[in-house]
């Protein structure tokens, strides 16, 4: 029969997943080291102005050129992983945990609560967005963390929903009863019971969520409602550069470029993370 | 169905009054210095009896909900106040930049359908061979690419190097609805790319496709009269969702081409901080989702016979 072939070919293909999974975490959190460590590494200060060297294009010296006042536009673009890489962590964390927190427990104890939580979900999904965080960075100002506040209310639906949903169809399942009747109370069935099997589909979520929150937070700060200037940003750096867009390119283009590669690297971490945590490519 | 569809419209109204109570309570505790900030604007010193008699004027001193009732009876007579800024109604404001912002949208729908549906079909007939591989790498290089980042890059080939297009659209033509149709399909395409993909594929393996193979009916038949057919309703929920988004106009798109729609009005509301405009817009988009969904919900019911029997009222 040709099971033992499936099995076979489906412990290839997860070595390979797994082989794909290492090379792009590695390059993750290459990315996520150069973020926090971005001051120490950066060659040139990127907040020293020398008008002097205003508008350098692209030499050895300063390879992704100078801006309008003579800052080194790769040391900015070094510290700007500081602003979007680190922001996007955080708030990609805070949101999932929440709301996992909060969608869990709703599945889990159902009745009022799950009805109101789930309503006010209902309301936050009723805003496309960008138009919410617009909203709520209109009310609370601009700034990196308003922004941060702005998007995490929009996005914490979405964890809620696929940890309630998963906690629902648990509830019913046999283990479950199994630990009921052992006495374990709800605390520890949600705990040690739910939270464990629920984390799979809740990791996966959150790792294809990086690569647009992070444009979306860019895409705030190119608004003027996240990150400030003179704060270096990928966002608010093309935002800046887009008037010199016809003479001096690399302005918008090395910023752009960065923040291109580093949602790629995300997004394909993601896909692979997906791939892994696929039952369909299990080789066991 | 009609039953349906009354039943999800009084859900709705709830769900509305909540937003508008949020929309309306969310400006109102921004907008304790919009005085300050209106009588900034028009220069010279301020007294305080001339602040408060602004306040006076725009009912700011009353409590926060009379505020709010006395906004909500205006709002039910298509009164949504005046501009702070240009002093002009907000509803005929609202109104003269929605045809921009919906030509806008029927344009870039209009080329993300074209695109992504013979392509997600073309890439699921083909799976695993090299056309597949070019169009999931070209929807995932889509997927990743901010649009301002898209925009600023059509804007520099397209409008800038080649000189084919404006930069700035003067006026709400077919010329220069180009570029920022353009960059509004591409994140479009990408993710529908995908989806389409996926659907013709789950298709393709059900049971009917090979039956119909096994009795000899050509491929192009199966794939017309039934593939296509039954992934209509994932194509239906893509477009509704993608017209909601794109009726509140696309904030960034907008303003990186001018282009004078809801979106931009919105962006510019907010550095004004336009209460009044804002909150139309706030309120617009939570109609425009709400009905979005409704249209969606019941679409479904007609389209897929499944759900539509499976769910009869009792």
Not at chain 1, 210 to 227: D, V
Not at chain 2, 111 to 139: E, F, M
Request: with cysteine; charged share 15%; hydrophobic share 50%.
């Amino acid at each position: 029969m040709n099971r033992p072939v499936t099995v076979r070919v489906q412990k290839v293909k997860k070595n390979r997943i797994r082989t794909r999974l290492f090379f792009f975490l590695f390059l993750a959190v290459i990315l996520v080291l150069v973020s926090f460590f971005a001051d120490q590494i950066v060659p040139y200060d990127p907040y020293a102005q020398d008008l002097g060297l205003s508008r350098q294009p692209p030499s050895p010296a300063h390879f992704m050129g100078t801006d309008q006042y003579g800052r080194d536009v790769f040391s900015r673009v070094v510290v700007g992983a500081k602003a979007s890489v680190f922001s996007t962590l955080v708030l990609v964390c805070v949101t999932s945990v929440f709301g996992t927190v909060t969608g869990t427990l709703c599945g889990y104890f159902g009745r009022e609560i799950d009805s109101v939580v789930m309503r006010i979900s209902d309301v936050c999904l009723a805003f496309p967005g960008l138009v919410f965080a617009l909203a709520i960075a209109a009310l609370l100002g601009g700034g990196m963390s308003n922004a941060v506040i702005a998007l995490a209310v929009i996005s914490w639906p979405k964890y809620a929903r696929v940890a309630r949903g998963q906690t629902l169809a648990l509830k019913n399942s046999d283990f479950v009863a199994a630990a009921k009747l052992a006495g374990d109370n709800s605390a520890q069935m949600i705990l040690r019971h739910i939270l464990p099997n629920i984390l799979g589909p809740i990791l996966v979520t959150a790792m294809l969520d990086i690569g647009t929150m992070m444009m979306e937070l860019a895409g705030l700060s190119f608004l003027g409602l996240g990150a400030q200037p003179p704060v270096a940003e990928w966002g608010n750096m093309m935002s800046g550069g887009r008037s010199m867009l016809q003479t001096y390119p690399w302005l918008v283009l090395s910023p752009g470029v960065a923040i291109f590669l580093t949602v790629v690297t995300f997004n394909l971490l993601g896909d692979t993370v997906r791939d892994y945590m696929d039952p369909k490519n299990s080789g066991s | 169905m009609k039953h349906y569809a009354v039943r999800r419209l009084l859900q709705l109204i709830p769900i509305l009054f909540a937003i508008t109570f949020l929309s309306y309570g969310m400006m109102r505790l921004a907008g304790s210095d919009v005085v300050e900030q209106k009588m900034e604007n028009t220069g010279g010193t301020v007294s305080q009896e001339m602040i408060d008699a602004a306040r006076e004027e725009l009912g700011l001193d009353k409590p926060f909900i009379v505020q709010y009732v006395t906004w909500l009876g205006k709002l039910a007579q298509g009164d949504m106040g005046v501009s702070y800024v240009s002093g002009k109604p907000v509803f005929s404001t609202f109104v003269s930049k929605l045809p921009a912002t919906l030509l806008l949208a029927v344009v870039s729908i209009l080329l993300t359908v074209i695109v992504s549906i013979p392509l997600g079909i073309w890439s699921a007939v083909n799976q695993n061979k090299a056309a597949d591989y070019v169009i999931r790498t070209a929807s995932f290089i889509g997927n990743s690419l901010p649009n301002f980042f898209v925009s600023l890059l059509l804007m520099y080939f397209f409008a800038i190097r080649l000189n084919w297009f404006p930069v700035i659209s003067r006026d709400v033509s077919l010329q220069s609805v180009a570029l920022p149709s353009v960059t509004l399909a591409i994140a479009m395409s990408a993710k529908y790319l995908r989806q389409v993909r996926a659907t013709v594929l789950d298709e393709l393996s059900k049971d009917y496709v090979l039956g119909a193979k096994a009795r000899g009916v050509k491929f192009s038949t199966t794939m017309m009269k039934s593939v296509m057919k039954a992934s209509l309703v994932t194509i239906i929920t893509l477009l509704t969702l993608s017209i909601g988004s794109l009726l509140g106009g696309t904030a960034i798109v907008e303003s990186i081409f001018m282009w004078d729609g809801v979106g931009k009005m919105a962006v510019d509301a907010i550095n004004m901080r336009d209460y009044p405009i804002i909150q139309a817009y706030v309120m617009w988009m939570a109609v425009i989702y709400v009905l979005v969904n409704l249209v969606t919900d019941v679409s479904y019911r007609y389209l897929d016979p499944r759900i539509r029997l499976g769910g009869t009222e009792q």
